[in-house]
């Protein structure tokens, strides 16, 4: 099983900069890839960014330019830092990861895990 622990969250004003930081911990073989997603209300929940285990990286076209994803792999966590933020990124940020754990015989399949999510809300 993997636990995720987001921080970085909170009340920003339009402009601001904050980190997201996702620390993933557990009975961890292997990451593959660790992202960030978010749902506004009413909303579905996309994709924001990705990064694999290579360090290829995806964003969605709305971020580009203005968030970048990184990863620490020595400590499973991934970073979203997001820079000029705007009201209509507000809402609740979810790490996600795709990963093996151990298991009886070896490990298991890759599989995707979620955080609880960190409300981001940005003041105009």
């Known amino acids: 099983q993997v636990q995720l622990v987001e921080s970085g969250g909170g009340l920003v004003q339009a402009g601001g900069s904050p980190r997201l930081s996702c620390a993933a911990s557990?009975?961890?073989?292997?990451?593959?890839?660790m992202g960030w997603y978010r749902q506004a209300p009413g909303k579905q929940r996309d994709l924001v960014a990705r990064?694999?285990?290579?360090?290829?990286?995806n964003y969605a076209d709305s971020v580009k330019g203005r968030f970048t994803i990184s990863r620490d792999n020595a400590k499973n966590t991934v970073y979203l830092q997001m820079d000029s933020l705007k009201p209509e990124d507000t809402a609740v940020y979810y790490c996600?990861?795709?990963?093996?754990?151990?298991?009886?015989?070896?490990?298991?399949?890759?599989?995707?895990?979620w955080g609880q999510g960190t409300q981001v809300t940005v003041s105009s």
């Open positions: 557990g009975r961890i073989f292997s990451i593959s890839a």
């Open positions: 990064i694999t285990n290579s360090g290829s990286t």
């Open positions: 996600n990861v795709a990963a093996r754990t151990y298991s009886t015989g070896g490990f298991t399949s890759t599989t995707g895990y």
